[in-house]
């Protein structure tokens, strides 16, 4: 265990049901091609009067999203051509069963938001996502789960060629669990044990197996250093390398940092 090491996981399970906003499935099988869809990031003034810098930044790569659409498995819903039904009654239902079985809190109301994904993995440009549960439900020795959101799964990257960028939309708007945890946990051994509880937790309900099904966030800062996300890890068996090699890298970053200011 290194001194003064802070790990965080935030863990994503898809649910096997339709997707969240509207009936199409969400088997993935992705047999047909029906077509393509061609959008660019333009940005505009938000709600506060103001332009996100993000979208700017992104606007200025002229990057090209090509969206593809499979048979049977995208709609309107998922292009943006239509507004999003209803949320899944199963897949609401079942993120409120998985709040209960971490012993979180259900709010009295549950509200869509919205994040904002500027990357093409959205084709409206932002994440529906819903606080299901919250509270402090220890998992692990002084390691909590704090929030458990229901979430719609963003879009499949296919390929990228230049500036244009080629995404499948039949993964777009699968019904995603998030169950986040304080950043508490103090070793990669610890992380991986816990990464794996929380999953063995989640198969409990109805969700999908499978490569890519369940995917880990997970945040690592060392003293004197910044904290890391490394997004969408899904190798549970080697959970635990990728937070020692990062510790190790931020340690090595850190010792040049102090060699070239004696260089100096």
């Not at 009067?49 to 659409?69: H, K, L, P, S």
């Not at 919205?114 to 299901?132: C, I, P, W």
């Not at 500036?163 to 039949?170: H, M």
């Not at 669990?177 to 063995?200: F, M, N, R, W, Y």
């Amino acid at each position: 265990m290194d001194a003064g090491v802070k790990i965080g996981l935030e863990v994503h399970q898809q649910l096997d049901t339709k997707k969240l906003f509207c009936d199409c499935p969400s088997s993935m099988e992705e047999k047909t091609l029906l077509f393509e869809v061609r959008r660019k990031l333009r940005p505009v003034v938000g709600e506060l009067g103001e332009v996100d810098r993000a979208a700017i930044f992104e606007f200025f790569r002229d990057r090209t999203f090509v969206y593809r659409v499979y048979e049977g498995e995208a709609c309107l819903v998922e292009l943006d051509e239509e507004p999003p039904h209803l949320p899944n009654p199963e897949a609401l239902e079942l993120a409120i069963q998985a709040a209960l079985l971490f012993d979180l809190k259900i709010p009295s109301e549950i509200h869509v938001m919205r994040k904002l994904v500027l990357d093409g993995s959205a084709v409206t440009s932002f994440q529906r996502t819903m606080l299901v549960g919250y509270g402090r439900s220890e998992i692990e020795d002084g390691v909590f789960i704090t929030e458990l959101y229901l979430e719609e799964d963003a879009a499949k990257k296919e390929k990228e060629e230049g500036n244009v960028v080629y995404y499948s939309l039949s993964r777009l708007g699968i019904p995603l669990l998030e169950v986040d945890t304080t950043p508490t946990i103090s070793s990669p051994e610890q992380a991986k044990s816990i990464a794996k509880a929380i999953g063995l937790t989640l198969r409990s309900l109805k969700v999908k197996r499978g490569i890519g099904t369940i995917r880990q966030d997970v945040n690592i800062s060392i003293p004197g250093g910044a904290r890391v996300e490394i997004k969408g890890w899904q190798d549970l068996r080697r959970l635990d390398k990728l937070v020692e090699n990062e510790i190790r890298r931020q340690k090595t970053l850190l010792l040049l940092k102090d060699e070239i200011g004696r260089v100096r």
